[in-house]
């Protein structure tokens, strides 16, 4: 619409009718990018190097354009010293003797490429390892589109701290030098103390990616032999947002966030071809499991699973400790094959194989309500049924239940609806090509770090209303807590209640 002008011709005959010629305003324009070159050009030969390293972009806003799409929603990054993240990379021959970390390393964290295609992709997958969350983040964080270098315009601070590459060191170690373990955890916590920008909320709009679970960062303080550290006991680091692939049911101040999988998409198209292709594929078994077994716990299921597989005509299964072609492609093809997945305890509650047989198409079928419903409470729907089945880890080893018959009970239209929330979650479950450009799918990645931007606002609002936002407790209720929906402040009896302590 043309702005209102009394004379109906857009205000152009007042100036004629004062006799006064006015500069044309292509005139103007060309004279300010004339001025602001110039400048430009001048502070290029007093000091070239200094000033480009200086220069700070402001957000789009602050310059007065239209920038809805990061709103609200940028983030900014610290530029940690290396001792808390690249070096560890550069020392990744000496971290661990067990697990070649080089390797894992590599491409950003997704490993060394996957060719051939077979039951994976032609071009994106890799073989990924589930414990190098940490740097993919990292990765992705430097290309993010609202990434800013104004801390005062952020919704959030990122902390790129490898933790798990730095625990990783002592995991192993039966009598490892306990100074020496909590040596950088306490040097990061030290050193954000001394940051303004953590200063202005004491952490709480802060967030950090471990890449291992929680569990692995619970340590207490000088506790000695074979574990983890404490990072995650500070009270520092409790008073930010912690996302790992396993978070506590008894702490309020982490939330997990998908494994990374095999398969790292670079476009729209990528998705929704490999989406079809999950909707075609051929599941010529009722249900499978992909898999090693766990003799000595009752717990996991996986002795009753691997028996009652055996014997079944209707079930296909992947013993990765016998088999030694153990490979992603081999796996995901089993997955690809199967109706339901199985999906019992290991060693956590929680598996890399949930998201593997997701971005497979394959239902997921669990035995305890913490080894997803109460993890992945930003990526997975709170209606479980709509995705998954629940059998009891009890029912199949104390009552020996018979897992094929409770998935034979399931009508063929429900397995199909099931079937398709679980192609329409692929998306949101893996962790796209930082360098993908165009793409509108949200990954993972978007759907963590908006949540987090979300539990950093609530804080906010709290503080500007002089209150303290009490978002999370500690102890037995604190998975309920993180159940309770948006203006929920009571928890209540829980159907899980009777299997979480189990």
Known sequence: MKPFSRDGNDGKHSAERSGIVRPSRTLYLALLCAMFWAVIFILQQLKP???????????????GLSDHKCAGRYVYMYDLPPRFNADLVRDCRGLTASTDVCKHA?????????????????????DTDQFMLALIFHARMRRHECLTSDPAAAAAVYIP??????????????????????????DLVEWLLRRPE????????????????SWDFLREPGATGKGG????????????????????????????????????????????SWQGRMRRAERRWL?????ASRPSSKRTVRSQIMEQCGRSSRCAMFDIDTTASATPSRTMQLLESAEFCVQPRGDAYTRKSTFDSILAGCIPVFFHPISAYLQYIWHLPRDYRSYSVFIHHGDV??????????????????????????????????????AAKGVTFKDAFDVAVNAVIRRVAKRRRAAAEGRECRDSVDGGKSWKYDLLEDGENTTRPHEFDKYVYT
């Open 106 to 126: 590599a491409n950003d964290g997704f490993g060394p490429t996957i060719t051939g295609g077979g039951a994976l992709p032609e071009t994106g997958t890799y």
């Open 161 to 186: 701290f490898y933790a798990g590459l730095d625990v990783m060191r002592y995991m192993g170690q039966e009598n490892p030098d306990v100074s020496v373990r909590e040596a950088l955890p306490r």
């Open 287 to 291: 249900w499978g499991f992909a898999g």
């Open 198 to 213: 953590w200063r202005t909320m004491g952490g709480r709009d802060h967030f950090l990616v471990v890449g291992r679970g």
């Open 229 to 272: 550290n404490s990072l995650m006991t500070y009270p520092a680091i409790r008073n930010a947002t912690v996302l790992t692939v396993e978070a506590s049911p008894y702490h309020g101040f982490d939330f997990a966030v998908p494994f990374p999988s095999h398969y790292h998409a670079s476009s729209d198209a990528d998705v929704s």
């Open 49 to 63: 190097a200094a000033f480009f390293s200086q220069l700070k972009i402001a957000p789009a806003f602050q310059l």
């Open 397 to 434: 080893v104390d009552q020996n239940a018979s897992i094929e018959e409770a998935l034979a009970k399931i009508p063929p239209a429900k397995v199909a609806q099931m079937r398709e929330e679980v192609i329409r979650l692929i998306p949101t479950v893996m962790y796209r090509d930082p």
